[in-house]
């Protein structure tokens, strides 16, 4: 019995440390650029929210590749990436089929490669403080203890929406 009951917290403590642990009813995350503001949705409620940091242009849309804009519209949070330079990164699914479509009207490469990810392993002590200054190159980057709960929480699949 003492192996059984040792062999059960042993598996659980595995699944706590290596596994994903399920969302907690997360259905939606919402960036407000302006706001540098990132929230995640249960149910049209809001349940957490964090400062964030965008692209070093961050006034209007993404329109090409190199510009340094964070991308407006609708996209998916489609994979992660738990050994980006950025500590975890989520990839969002832009571009989307518009994006594409006013790209090619101005003869542009589109770009791609956008996240919410955290910071730099070199530069994690920042904390914060990188929120006072928009520094990625078009993504949305929060604190790694930050991403640690976004992580948690968030799944494959989720909608999110960036707002001007």
Request: positive net charge; proline residues 6%.
């Amino acid at each position: 019995m003492r192996t059984l009951v040792t062999g059960i917290l042993l598996f659980t403590c595995w699944l706590d440390f290596f596994g994903q642990k399920p969302a907690i009813g997360i259905d939606r995350v919402v960036v407000y650029k302006h706001e540098r503001k990132l929230v995640l949705l249960s149910q049209g409620k809001e349940l957490k929210s964090y400062r964030v940091a965008l692209g070093g242009d961050p006034v209007g849309p993404k329109m090409r590749r190199g510009d340094h804009r964070t991308p407006e519209g609708s996209y998916v949070l489609d994979s992660r990436n738990p050994n980006s330079h950025f500590y975890k990164a989520l990839h969002i699914s832009y571009p989307n089929s518009k994006d594409i479509a006013v790209a090619k009207t101005l003869g542009v490469n589109p770009g791609g490669d956008v996240m919410l990810h955290g910071l730099p392993k070199e530069y994690a002590w920042l904390g914060k403080t990188h929120t006072l200054h928009d520094w990625t190159d078009g993504c949305i980057a929060v604190t790694n203890e930050e991403m640690d709960e976004i992580w948690k929480l968030v799944r494959v699949g989720t909608p999110i929406e960036i707002k001007p």
